[in-house]
């Protein structure tokens, strides 16, 4: 079959190949061995983890070897350098989602931690039993279980927004699942398996308009998509370092300063106290109050070297190029011919990721062919159980773009999967 309807090939004054040259690890062959050159790294598993250009290694680099010390603590200079580094990063996070102040900008360790962290701290101490919580049935297991858990130690109930089957969200039952006992409303801005870009702005108003706050899990949108959490007007937004060229170890959790003055801290120790006396303490002042411990560093000031990496090459481009890239995997897909289900919607209601099932062939043995062939992707249930039990499946396999994949790259995953498939019926 033709890959005709991929007519636009790229996109003006975007250069996929030179952007390469600054990612080390894309430069990797694997399989090598004696005259063998091996393969190329074709690398699309970028919503499990992206990879890093050298401006981010070296920005860590850098840290380490000159500005290095804990902060907030100092009465040294080596300390007041690396508070000034880690300050100027949540000062470039914040720009980076238009929050309107820093004290709404906490560093946590990833997505996982902040949504445990409003589901703790803003949780315990707003719900109750007979509330409720409303999330989809398209979430991660990270924007599950916390409520799960809040459900466990407060007597709330947890309910879900309904999906269709092509994995959108059926917002013609929103009025009917939310209602003045929801007390939050969980929703991923984009799934992580089926790609689906969901409408906040509607979710948000009428979450608002039932007197029910937002939490909006922003780990698939931020990297890819602008985003602004002023005009979304969400409660709370949630993303990680790694999706985006950040180090391992950073998320954020954004909230809006009112609701995190009210908050309890969710973790104690040091930092977060103004005082601390032998039969109680204070709690420091935002963001102070929600980052105990000695903070991730070197990896916040990372993450705001990836911002500055992903500014220069602008959200739009990034958006418009996996856009070429998700469509034409849906088109050398569909022209293997292999009974593909894509599991979501079509490319151009999606962000670049292509989650999909073959006739008779299990994903994990789509992932280890694949793998010979040097091409990552992902195989299982994408920390997606429900949504794969709503879509009858158990697993899907995964590919998932960012800005430094080509179509070249897209061509060589559909070839590697058609000689695949053969080494199968040859079975
Ligand atoms: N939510 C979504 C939509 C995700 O894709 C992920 C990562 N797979 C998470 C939450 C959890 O992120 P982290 O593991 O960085 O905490």
């Given at each position: 079959m033709a890959l005709a309807s991929s007519s636009l090939t790229t996109v003006s004054g975007f250069d996929p190949e030179s952007i390469?040259?600054?990612?080390?690890?894309?430069?990797t062959r694997l399989h090598a061995s004696g005259d063998n050159p091996g393969v190329p790294l074709v690398y699309l598993d970028n919503a499990a983890t992206t990879q890093r250009p050298r401006q981010v290694i070296q920005s860590l680099v850098d840290v380490y070897e000159k500005h290095y010390a804990n902060v907030h603590r100092g009465i040294h200079w080596l300390s007041d350098q690396s508070t000034d580094l880690y300050e100027e990063a949540r000062e470039k996070v914040r720009t980076f989602i238009n929050a309107r102040e820093r004290e709404e900008v906490i560093f946590t360790h990833g997505t996982t931690e902040s949504i445990n962290c409003v589901a703790r701290s803003w949780g315990d101490a707003n719900v109750r039993a007979g509330d409720e919580v409303l999330l989809s049935e398209m979430e991660h297991h990270a924007n599950l279980v916390p409520w799960y858990q809040l459900a466990e130690r407060t007597g709330c109930k947890v309910r879900h927004l309904p999906i269709t089957?092509?994995?959108?969200?059926?917002?013609?039952?929103l009025p009917q699942v939310l209602s003045e006992r929801t007390r939050l409303v969980g929703i991923t801005a984009v799934s992580n398996v089926l790609g689906t870009i969901n409408p906040l702005p509607e979710i948000i108003r009428q979450a608002h308009a039932a007197g029910a706050k937002v939490l909006v899990d922003a780990a698939q949108s931020v990297p890819h998509m602008a985003t602004d959490v002023q005009s979304l007007d969400c409660d709370f937004l949630a993303f990680s370092g790694h999706k985006m060229l950040g180090p391992s170890g950073v998320g954020i959790l954004y909230g809006k300063r009112a609701l995190l003055e009210e908050m309890p801290p969710f973790l104690g120790g040091g930092s977060m106290i103004r005082r601390v006396r032998l039969d109680g303490f204070e709690p420091a002042d935002l963001p102070a109050k929600f980052e105990a411990g000695t903070p991730p560093i070197v990896p916040a000031i990372g993450l705001g070297a990836a911002i500055d990496y992903i500014n220069q090459i602008g959200l739009d481009a990034i958006h418009a190029h996996e856009l070429l890239l998700t469509r034409r995997a849906h088109d050398v897909l569909e022209a293997l011919d292999a009974g593909v289900r894509f599991l979501g919607p079509k490319p151009e209601e999606k962000a670049g990721i292509v989650s999909f099932t073959l006739k008779n062939v299990h994903a994990h043995d789509v992932a280890q062919l694949l793998d010979r062939a040097g091409v990552a992707v992902r195989a299982g249930h994408h920390c997606t159980m429900p949504l794969h039990k709503r879509l009858s499946c158990t697993s899907s396999s995964r590919a998932s773009f960012y800005f430094y994949n080509t179509l070249g790259e897209v061509e060589t995953f559909g070839r590697a999967l058609g000689d695949a498939l053969r080494i199968f019926k040859r079975k």
């Open positions: 390469r040259g600054d990612f080390p690890i894309l430069q089957d092509d994995g959108r969200l059926v917002m013609d039952a």
